[in-house]
Each structure stands twice: as structure tokens, then as C-alpha cells.
């Protein structure tokens, strides 16, 4: 009898941690009503395939300008993100730069039934940077990226292997990616941060999706990177990104650190007016 119980106990826990391992890389899809046209600006509503045949939805926002910068979201949101994305899009465009912005796979309206949580999602921003160049030549001479969280994962990786990429601000970024991952059970689906060992197995069956050294890449970038952490961020902690800096200023003498005090992903909303001055200076900088 015990051992029956045992064995059903075993079997719950498995279907348990399989099904919370499916939730992880199927989040919900986060769709606004809002568009560029409610911040005073026209657009096009575009298309983008990547190299996996995965189709991306996103806008093209044109201003009168030769440099384009790509915002890119987080887990478990999109470019309709009103905290952090809308109010991104919204300075970029004031600032007179042009707008490329879409949702990564398996969020918002794009296709791709997973995501990768920053794996595969390179593979967008490679796609849109093609797209960007391949339509907008003109308007494309500089291309800057921001991320948010993985859209800072992301953007870091791309500071790496897309050429045409001049510059970028990595926003929250998960240097290393387990232990954002354990934290992320209980900040996400509030549960026992232990758990992500046994969930990780089942989240990279169902995606595809594979671990990545993010740490490496601060031994390969070497393009202007803004870098900004907070100290009440709950997934990313202040110290990780600090080793990430650190190693890369080795290497890097355009790499920038700055700490706040606001929580993951949040800088802009707590301190917009700081955010918006350091983020033009370096854009203004690097972007010309």
C-alpha cells in the first residue's frame, strides 16, 4: 500500500512539473489597443519571417531620420507593454529616431507556439534587422536595439552576432540564467524557486530551447553597451550584472553600468526623466 502511494505521489509530481514546465514556455499572449497613432505618429502594421519560418507581427514607425533603434520586450509581455515598452517607443520617436518593433515567438500576435526565453529569439531580431535593411536601407544606416529583461538577453547576444547592429541598452538582464530561472517560479507562478530544477528539463522538451552561457558573451562584445540594473529587481540581481560589466570592461571601453533603484524592469517608470538622459546621451553618442 505504501509503495503504491508512493508510486502515485511520484506520477502526480511528474504530470505536476511537466505541466508547470509546458506553462513556462506557453505564456499568456498580452495584446494592448493602443498604437503608434495614439502617441501622434503613422505606421505600418508588418510582417517578418525568420530563418526557422516563424512569422513575427509587429509595427514600422517611420520618422525623418537615417537611424533606426529596435525596442525589444520581456517574458511573458509584448510591444504593447505599458510600463516599460510604450513609453519607450514613445521617446525614441520624440527623439527622432525611426521604430522597428515587434513581439518575439510566442508572444503577443506573433506565430511560434514557445518560447525560448532568449535562445531562439535571436533569430527574430536577426529577421528584423534583415527585414529593416532589406526595406528601409535608407533609414537604416544605424541600427540601435534596447532590451528589456530577455529582450536585454537579446539584445546583448546581438551586440555580438548581428553585424549591423552599432549599439545597445540591455535593461534587467539575466546574466545568469538558472538562477533568474529558479527566482522566476516564484516571482511568475509563485511557487518553490527548488522546483525549476525539475521543471527546467520539461520547459526545454517542449521548447526546444537550451541553456545559455550569457556570461561568455562578455568576452565578445565589444560595441558601445549600456547596462542598467536594479536594486529591487527580485529576478536580476545587482552583483551578476556588476561580473558581467566587470569582465567585459576588459575587453569593451565603450561599456556603461548603471544601478538604480528601481525593481526589474521598472527604471523607466520610477525615474522616467533619468532613464530618458542617460539613455539619449548614449544613444546620441553612438547613434550620431
Given at each position: ?157 546581438g551586440l555580438s552576432e548581428v553585424e ?125
Open positions: 500500500m505504501i509503495t503504491e502511494i508512493l508510486v502515485a505521489a511520484l506520477v502526480f509530481f511528474l504530470i505536476f512539473i511537466a505541466f508547470v514546465g509546458y506553462k513556462m514556455v506557453k505564456p499568456p499572449r498580452i495584446v494592448g489597443n493602443w498604437t503608434p497613432k495614439d502617441l501622434g505618429f503613422e505606421y505600418k502594421d508588418i510582417e517578418i519571417i525568420t530563418e526557422d519560418n516563424v512569422k513575427l507581427d509587429g509595427w514600422w514607425i517611420e520618422n525623418d531620420s537615417d537611424k533606426t533603434v529596435i525596442p525589444l520586450h520581456g517574458y511573458i509581455s509584448s510591444r504593447w507593454a505599458e510600463h516599460y515598452m510604450k513609453p519607450t517607443i514613445e521617446f525614441l520617436l520624440e527623439e527622432g529616431y525611426n521604430v522597428l518593433v515587434f513581439d518575439f515567438r510566442g508572444h503577443g500576435k506573433s506565430g511560434g507556439k514557445y518560447t525560448t526565453v532568449g535562445d531562439k529569439e535571436i533569430l527574430d531580431l536577426k529577421a528584423a534587422v534583415k527585414w529593416l535593411r532589406n526595406n528601409y536601407p535608407e533609414k537604416s544606416k544605424r541600427i540601435g536595439v534596447i532590451g528589456f529583461s530577455m529582450g536585454a538577453l537579446v539584445a546583448i547576444r549591423e547592429i552599432c549599439c545597445g541598452v540591455a535593461d534587467s538582464p539575466p546574466i545568469y540564467f538558472d538562477k533568474t530561472g529558479a527566482r522566476g517560479m516564484k516571482y511568475f507562478a509563485k511557487l518553490p524557486a527548488w522546483l525549476y530544477l525539475f521543471v527546467k528539463p520539461f520547459s526545454e522538451i517542449f521548447s526546444g530551447g537550451r541553456t545559455m552561457n550569457v556570461l561568455d558573451y562578455a568576452n565578445k562584445i565589444r560595441k558601445p553597451l549600456l547596462l542598467i540594473i536594479g536594486r529591487k529587481d527580485l529576478l536580476v540581481e545587482v552583483g551578476e550584472v556588476q561580473e558581467f560589466y566587470e569582465r567585459n570592461k576588459k575587453i569593451n571601453p565603450n561599456v556603461e553600468l548603471w544601478v538604480t533603484d528601481a525593481p526589474h524592469v521598472r527604471t523607466i517608470q520610477v525615474s522616467p526623466e533619468a532613464w530618458k538622459s542617460r539613455v539619449r546621451q548614449f544613444l546620441k553618442r553612438w547613434m550620431g
